[in-house]
């Protein structure tokens, strides 16, 4: 269902006429950064997982790409957040926070002033149903992920994501269902907008933070692991690492915790949801239906 209303630098503005202007900079160079979180339903209302922790991410992405003079405080993000899904009515919804930048079009992010927009939706699982259970087919893209020193790999800034969509539709094109990409130097790094988590003889592992986006999602499931008793290491992954693993799962605020059948045509494990990868999926959908153990520490209610 399509929301009424978009919050836009402190007020609720009807979808229509939530707009920004053509020659934003923005939109021609991608200098914005973004946030995807979700909003639960749970037995004591609406609940959003992780909500601060994506907001300092918001921040941060500011930070990293330069961007001076931003006048909210996460505080005030936070309540706005609960001010969209109320406004809308939502129980369960997908939540995009957008700072962008408002004035002349050019390549000086100081000559323009930074706004920030606040939209929600409702949004199903986004690799498919059905791929929760029977997993999805990877390609190894052949567009690497961003060097580390082009482009700032630990902010959601806008114009990242052109790599990930080079990845992406190259991988739909190819009958692929998602792209895992491999850092300048060949190892493992992430997919289009997911983490990636390797088992192995019991032993869970993912690549390091230092050229990923270091994802909220893959922390929480981190954590799940280690409270169910799990060894999980941070290592470089190669390529053929992947192909003999037990169980591959990817994980991230859209796609949630989501099995890898296949990768490059070659079967992994059991060629659907493996016994670990179950586990640790359990325990996210419990924990942010609000019945686990972290669900009081993760989620922050809607209507308190
Ligand atoms: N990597 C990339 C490139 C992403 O865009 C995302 C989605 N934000 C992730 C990983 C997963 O991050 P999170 O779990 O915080 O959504």
Aim: one cysteine or more.
């Amino acid at each position: 269902m399509k929301a009424d209303y978009i919050w836009l630098n402190g007020e609720m503005v009807p979808f229509e006429q939530a707009t920004i202007p053509f020659l934003s900079p923005t939109i021609h160079y991608g200098l914005g950064a973004f946030e995807g979180i979700r909003c639960y339903e749970t037995s004591a209302g609406a609940a959003v997982f992780r909500l601060s922790e994506h907001l300092q991410r918001l921040l941060d992405s500011a930070l990293i790409f330069g961007i001076r003079n931003f006048r909210y405080t996460l505080e005030e993000l936070r309540e706005a957040t609960f001010e969209t899904i109320r406004a809308n009515g939502f129980s369960s919804c997908y939540i995009r926070p957008l700072i962008y930048l408002d004035g002349p079009l050019g390549l000086n992010l100081d000559s323009s002033e930074p706004k920030v927009g606040i939209a929600t939706w409702e949004w199903g699982t986004y690799l498919g149903e059905e791929a929760l259970e029977n997993g999805v087919h990877m390609m190894i893209s052949s567009f690497t992920r961003h060097h580390i020193n082009a482009s700032m790999t630990k902010a959601k800034i806008c114009g990242n994501y052109a790599n990930s969509v080079l990845a992406k539709t190259l991988a739909l094109r190819s009958g692929y269902d998602e792209a895992i990409m491999l850092d300048s130097l060949g190892y493992v790094s992430e997919c289009s907008g997911e983490n990636l988590f390797v088992v192995r003889a019991a032993e869970i592992c993912t690549p390091p933070r230092a050229t990923i986006l270091e994802g909220i999602t893959r922390d929480s499931v981190t954590t799940l692991a280690r409270d169910s008793g799990y060894v999980v290491t941070e290592d470089l992954i190669s390529r053929d690492q992947l192909y003999i693993a037990d169980e591959l799962f990817v994980c991230g605020t859209a796609a949630e915790v989501t099995p890898i059948r296949a990768i490059d045509h070659r079967t992994i494990g059991i060629g659907q949801r493996g016994p670990v990868t179950q586990v640790l999926q359990q325990a996210f959908f419990k924990t942010v239906n609000g019945e686990g153990e972290r669900s009081a520490e993760w989620l922050e209610y809607v209507y308190e």
